[in-house]
């Protein structure tokens, strides 16, 4: 029988790196304060795995993502599967030749005899008035890259099972942590979750929801705001954002006939619009009201907590654009 244990977020990712670290020892993990000299990182997510596995293995570096990152597709290369950390996703830019000029086409320019496992975690998500320079959601850049595989979990169980399928993948997977939804708690079952592969995390007949990562939480928010007023909203969870789930979510439109896509990055050039354009093409005729798209403002995220507020999808935008595909 499957243990199940209750963790939030922070705990969950730190056991699935300590079992793949336990399994596997050419498992690695560096980032900056990653070692337990630095308190396992600023959020503590590596806690513990310095003491346990050594220095070699987990490893504080200088603050410079190029090395980081540098290091880990190195590693990689010379047979290690590492995970490395980048503090904040708005610091990704600072390696991005690294990840996409790099990572992402070694496979491809080595005709497949050189592949990169490497996965990078990041963290962002806004609510805590840390400004337009540390809270941006950026994963469009990365799903518009070739060669680079996204995910994004919303729960506990996913971000263990998530985890643990990056560090087994042969590819660089982009892990995507949000900041607001860290210690909340739920049911931890310690099995993989395949990449690419949404889950269904609300059934309803009316109105899917497509969202991952804080916004699944909003969108059952607001679902459950909704089933008192007789409308049952679906909410898929894409759970991976590249390579998403076109067979899922398309099935769960062609139940209900509508679909709002959600995310917390801007809405303009967003992955909605990926979304919407393939429902909109495949589902031509069974709709019963255009898709619809909730993103950020087109701005930086405000610092002032007022501002950073509006600026961010919550659930009460995703039920009110819920009623009026309803009456559409």
Sequence with gaps: ?????????????????????AADPKVLVLGEEVGDKEEGGVMGVTKGLSTRFGTDRVRSTPISEQAIIGAAIGASIGGYRPV??????????????????????LRFMSGGQTNVPIVIR???????????QHSDY????????????????STPDDAYGLMRSA??????????????IYWTPGPVTCQHVPIGKAKVALEGADVTIVAHSRMVVEALAAAKTLAKEGIALEVVDLRTISPWDRAGVLASVAK???????????KQFGIGAEIASVLSEELWGQLKAPVRRLG????????SKPL??????????IAATARALMSA
């Design 138 to 153: 950026t994963e469009a850049w990365f799903a518009h890259t070739a060669g680079l595989k996204v995910v994004a979990p």
């Design 1 to 21: 029988m499957t243990e199940i244990k209750q963790l939030n977020l922070i705990q969950a990712i730190n056991l699935a790196l300590n079992d793949a670290m």
């Design 84 to 105: 490395a950390e980048i503090m904040l996703m708005n610091f990704m830019a600072v390696p991005m030749d690294m990840i996409v000029n790099h990572a992402a086409k």
């Design 308 to 317: 950073e507020t509006a600026y961010t999808p919550a659930a009460a935008e």
């Design 256 to 266: 209900t006939g509508r679909a709002i896509v959600v995310h917390e990055a801007v």
């Design 122 to 132: 990041t963290m962002t998500g806004t609510g805590f008035s840390t400004g337009g």
């Design 296 to 303: 950020a403002a087109f701005s930086p995220v405000p610092f």
């Design 167 to 180: 560090i087994e993948d042969n590819d660089p997977v982009i892990f995507i942590e949000n900041l607001p």
